[in-house]
């Protein structure tokens, strides 16, 4: 019944920005923290980025100062801005939300292609 549904991946050159989102539509009762997670071909799938309630957020070494991760709680909406991408940001990229009592779920996915 709950739906997690991600937007905004693409095809862009190094040095450009995309942003993605992630909308939870269904019954909805609490939202605690939310991310991004991406997971290039070979490699494991690694947390980007995440933000809590309160909004203190967390993100890889590798995207600090490039990304940004925010929240709009009234759409139940996480974001996450990119810019400066590099190659190596190439992989498919996944929403994760943990709703209370539900616990956590994942978006459909989303590919980010960073052409050099």
């Known amino acids: 019944q709950v739906q997690l549904v991600e937007s905004g991946g693409g095809l862009v050159q190094a040095g450009g920005s995309l942003r993605l989102s992630c909308a939870v539509s269904?019954?909805?009762?609490?939202?605690?923290?939310m991310g991004w997670y991406r997971q290039a071909p070979g490699k494991q799938r690694e947390l980007v980025a995440s933000?809590?309630?309160?909004?203190?957020?967390n993100y890889a070494d590798s995207v600090k100062g490039r990304f940004t991760i925010s929240r709009d709680n009234a759409k139940n909406t996480v974001y996450l801005q990119m810019s400066s991408l590099k190659p190596e940001d190439t992989a498919v990229y996944y929403c994760n939300v943990y709703l209370t009592v539900i616990g956590p779920r994942w978006g459909q996915g989303t590919q980010v292609t960073i052409s050099s």
């Open positions: 269904g019954s909805v009762f609490s939202i605690n923290d």
């Open positions: 933000i809590t309630t309160s909004r203190t957020t």
